[in-house]
């Protein structure tokens, strides 16, 4: 991919994510003002547990699934996408059922005097077969180059439904909003969606050759899906630990005031989430027509872009986020502007490494991912645990912040010597 095209894509993508950014800040918005702190910290707490939920339920199907639908347009050998992506998705579903099965009685117990943050777990153990499948098929369209309908798919579309549900309970009186039916509410719009995506996925999955293509098993997903599984473990301790640990050492409305910080301080990464939805495939490609040259220019100029986007919007937040953040969140959510800063500063020093972590996946080194994202995991849970105690909150942040930084520079240099390429911006 050229750059020119690789700047139209990023348009194209970045007007839907854009766009999508806005109604995924009006949803957090309208949740933060119709649930209040407290409640709104428990809707939190339940996402986070999902989030750890989602390290077996995953058990990386969809990027394993993005990585085969892409190598299958270049070799006869692949697996079938076709079978692939309907095995996968039923791998998925059974390991969803096993995990509610074992999740139920843990959440029975543990808070057997809390029916608020009961109910809300419980409503997690049906929202997450949905997410699942939905990332998925977004996964496996981004494969087969479909990249702006998954872009739709991926959160827009579900964002948009969400947002119907909650004018409703806006409009009608009687309906009173809890965490448990906004979760509700996050389910039927992961499901409405997952329906039509799969549906586009499957009329546009080529078919390989009966006679070339090998056979799949579950037990082979299973084990081509382990180093995938572990590092979204890895991914999900980076990101999730911070809210987890806060939810288990301080009350709900720290929660919920971190989750406000955590939304906003997104926003720096918007150029890079925009970014990932076209470069991951093309590093595949590039790797398997042994084109080093052209990966390493596509990757550094990527992420130069990426990087400009992050400090515009650094500043920005710098600037006017305090003010921002009464305005649209509520003046009690004025006390999450410091947060929101140590958060966004952390993603803006590590946009200078590029994705590092995607072109090891893409050139077959997840086990190195693995290695380097588990191990500066299990430096930020230990992180948290030490900081959150102490600094509640602020302390979440700067765990948080510190851990990316070392990860993303960690595997920079990883992707030196096992690619023999440099992606970061100097």
Not at 116 to 138: E, F, Q, T
Not at 326 to 350: D, P, R, T, W
Request: proline share 4%; hydrophobic share 60%.
């Amino acid at each position: 991919m050229t750059l020119p095209n690789f700047i139209r894509s990023m348009m194209s993508i970045g007007a839907i994510n854009l766009i999508d950014r806005i109604v995924g800040i009006v949803i957090g918005i309208c949740l933060a003002r119709m649930l209040g702190v407290q409640a709104y910290g428990i809707y939190a707490f339940a996402m986070a547990f999902m989030g750890m939920l989602m390290i077996p339920a995953r058990w990386g199907q969809p990027e394993l699934l993005l990585r085969e639908t892409a190598i299958a347009q270049v070799d006869a050998q692949a697996f079938d996408p076709s079978t692939f992506a309907r095995t996968s998705g039923l791998f998925v579903l059974a390991v969803c059922a096993i995990a509610a099965l074992l999740s139920w009685p843990v959440i029975a117990y543990r808070y057997a005097d809390d029916g608020a943050m009961r109910h809300a777990l419980y409503m997690i153990l049906l929202v997450l077969p949905a997410y699942v499948l939905l990332d998925l098929a977004c996964y496996g369209l981004r494969g087969v180059r479909k990249v702006v309908p998954a872009a739709w798919f991926v959160t827009p579309v579900p964002n948009a439904l969400v947002m119907i549900g909650l004018g409703i309970f806006f409009l009608v009186d009687r309906l009173a909003l809890n965490p448990t039916n906004a979760l509700l509410l996050r389910c039927a719009a992961l499901g409405l969606s997952a329906l039509p995506a799969w549906l586009l996925l499957f009329r546009t999955l080529p078919l390989s050759s009966a006679a070339a293509a090998p056979r799949l098993r579950f037990a082979q997903l299973f084990r081509l899906g382990v180093p995938f599984m572990l590092l979204t473990a890895s991914s999900v301790l980076m990101s999730r630990t911070d809210v987890f640990i806060l939810g288990l050492f301080k009350q709900p409305a720290d929660v919920g005031l971190y989750n406000v910080a955590f939304q906003a301080a997104v926003l720096v990464d918007l150029g890079l989430q925009v970014s990932n939805f076209i470069t991951t495939q093309e590093f595949a490609r590039y790797h398997a027509s042994n084109q080093r040259d052209e990966l390493q220019t596509f990757a550094i100029h990527s992420a130069r872009i990426t990087l400009v986007i992050g400090i515009a919007i650094f500043a920005f937040l710098v600037v006017f986020g305090r003010y921002l953040l009464g305005i649209l969140f509520g003046h009690e959510y004025q006390s999450a502007f410091s947060i929101m800063v140590v958060l966004a500063f952390g993603k803006c020093i590590a946009l200078l490494f590029g994705e590092p972590g995607f072109i090891l996946n893409m050139s077959g080194n997840e086990r190195t991912t693995v290695r380097i994202f588990g191990a500066t995991a299990l430096s930020n849970v230990a992180l948290c645990l030490i900081a959150i105690p102490i600094g509640g909150p602020i302390g979440a942040a700067w765990a948080s912040g510190l851990s990316l930084m070392v990860w993303r520079l960690l595997a920079w240099q990883a992707v030196r010597k096992k690619v023999g390429i440099s992606c970061a911006v100097f």
